[in-house]
């Protein structure tokens, strides 16, 4: 999964009381990591798991469970109900076991800072520690975190053996299990068990869908750099990605269909509109439209509306607005991107995040990798300038 997830919806397409629902469940979960695991834990916080809240509370039949929290920078400093319970440790939990899970990757692989003995050391230790509160937890709630892993284990030994040639969906069958398994543990800790079955659908579609949305994102970057990218190594044909994210995001829709709900409002808007929408815009930004030919030899940008000719074959080729139009001069954007290592990287991304800017600096620079992104209340496909929140 992406750090900040593939989910990104705005006040537009969030309208009447479903952004409030999810605001809270994204701060439930931000304060069920800080109150299990600790204030380092919240740097697990992420747009997909709280997917996972939102599930069980639109199956329970008390509905949401909320508290009245603190004030918070992402609010405007405002109190708010954020979502209590089962269904936020479970996103906790599963959120956690993720983000060590990426540590410990980077620690295998030696990644920029991780190379270093101190750091990985270090690195490793808090990677375990996260690994086992988080099964700990998993453990409570009746979810085998320990199968997550076995799981998710078996994406290098994929990796390893796909080449030319290879289907695509192969690299994608270990993500989509894990996410299958998440998503079917939410019907039990509802108490609906006849939902496991096309929920599990529904997060093995999601899964797939969002390890080829990150293959897309990364792929100019990976293929300059030589990393291992799934779309590269398989040599498979960006309309055939596209095709298989477009179908998968009906399978979801489906799937959602087959299962009950006591209020699924905000469950069909993250996992059907939102969802088709993170499609939109990650093929959009990396310059690849939709039922195009692609020449064989590689994937080639689309036209854009405009009058706008500017080189739009890399995702991150937009220009970084003057430093000094923002209220928050730091970190600046640099050019070529200045990349930080993983602590430091977390550092930038903590500060940013209080300080508003990965909410309302668009672009900001990205903590780890330094290349523009798009701001989290600006990042929708639609021509709206709904951006009213005043953290910044």
């Known amino acids: 999964m992406h750090v900040f997830g593939i989910l990104r919806p705005c006040r537009h397409s969030l309208p009447h009381d479903l952004a409030t629902q999810w605001l809270s469940h994204l701060c439930g979960l931000c304060l069920a990591l800080r109150d299990d695991y600790g204030q380092a834990a919240r740097l697990a916080t992420n747009y997909d798991g709280l997917v996972v809240s939102a599930l069980v509370a639109a199956q329970t039949d008390t509905g949401r469970q909320t508290r009245l929290a603190g004030p918070c920078p992402l609010r405007g400093m405002r109190r708010a109900p954020v979502a209590v319970g089962a269904g ?19 620690v295998a ?8 003995a101190l750091v990985r050391g270090a690195a490793s230790r808090l990677s375990r ?8 937890t998993g453990r409570r709630l009746g979810f085998d975190s320990g199968l997550l892993l076995t799981v998710l284990d078996r994406q290098r030994e994929v990796e390893e053996r796909v080449g030319p040639g290879s289907d695509l969906l192969e690299v994608t069958a270990p993500t989509e299990e894990a996410t299958g398994d998440v998503f079917a543990s939410t019907a039990h800790l509802a108490g609906r ?27 100019e970057a990976d293929r300059a ?18 095709e298989l994210c477009d179908d998968a ?21 993250l996992l059907v509109h939102e969802l088709e929408r993170a499609v939109r815009r990650v093929f959009a930004q990396a310059g690849y439209g939709g039922g195009h030919h692609r020449d064989p030899g590689g ?19 937009r220009k970084v607005p003057d430093q000094g139009s923002w209220c928050c001069t730091t970190p600046k ?18 500060f940013m995040t209080c300080t508003g800017q990965i909410c309302c600096r668009d672009p900001y620079p990205g903590p780890w990798t330094g290349e523009p992104r798009d701001a989290w209340c600006t990042s929708c496909d639609c021509d709206c300038n709904c951006c009213d929140c005043d953290c910044c």
């Open 299 to 317: 994937p080639q940008p689309v036209d854009h509306p405009g009058g706008d000719h500017a080189d739009r074959s890399s995702p991150r080729s």
């Open 225 to 242: 750099s030589g990393t291992w990218n799934p779309i590269v190594a398989t040599e498979t044909d960006l309309a055939r990605v596209r």
């Open 249 to 269: 995001v009906l399978g979801v829709r489906l799937a959602l269909a087959d299962a009950e709900f006591t209020d699924d409002r905000l469950v069909h808007a």
């Open 88 to 106: 936020a440790r479970l996103a906790a939990s599963v959120s956690l076991l993720l983000a060590a899970t990426t540590v410990a990757d980077h």
């Open 333 to 350: 954007a640099s050019n070529p991107p200045r990349r930080r290592g993983g602590f430091e990287g977390c550092a930038v991304a903590l």
């Open 193 to 219: 068990p006849g939902n496991e079955a096309p929920l599990r659908e529904a997060g093995r579609l999601f899964g797939r869908i969002a390890h080829l949305l990150d293959a897309v994102e990364d792929l």
């Open 129 to 136: 520690h996260w690994a086992a509160d988080a099964h700990d």
């Open 109 to 116: 692989d030696r990644d920029g800072v991780y190379g270093k």
